[in-house]
């Protein structure tokens, strides 16, 4: 059973940054595409980047490219999403996420997805 805990996140300024944690303890860690996914308040849950199990391939969604950054430390079992040019639009509860059969990467549907981590919460705000 894969399972995450993440780090991260609180209350930032409009264009300041924040650096994402999320971790396992599973020994299959590498054998995942690790996913980030958020939720802001009112709207869906988002795909907003995700990393191959190896951290050679790398994705973004459209609202986030350039100002996100994705990668993992399998010897450490963490992937980190480095988030930067912080808009009040980015705030949101961010999940990372992972599935033994679906793809976590922009695009996907978060309901065909297994394994989360409790959520981490994101806001940006003056």
């Known amino acids: 059973q894969l399972q995450f805990v993440q780090t991260g996140g609180g209350l930032v300024q409009p264009g300041g940054s924040l650096r994402l944690s999320c971790s396992s303890s599973?020994?299959?860690?590498?054998?995942?595409?690790i996913g980030w996914f958020r939720r802001a308040p009112g709207k869906e849950y988002e795909a907003i980047s995700c990393?191959?199990?190896?951290?050679?391939?790398?994705a973004y969604a459209d609202s986030v490219q350039g100002r996100v950054t994705i990668s993992r430390d399998n010897h450490k079992k963490t992937v980190y999403l480095q988030l930067s040019s912080l808009n009040p639009e980015d705030t949101a509860v961010y999940y990372c996420a992972a599935d033994d059969m679906e793809s976590p990467c922009p695009g996907s549907d978060h309901n065909l997805i297994t394994f989360w981590g409790q959520g981490t919460q994101v806001t940006v705000s003056s």
């Open positions: 599973a020994d299959t860690f590498d054998n995942y595409a």
């Open positions: 990393i191959s199990n190896d951290g050679r391939s790398t």
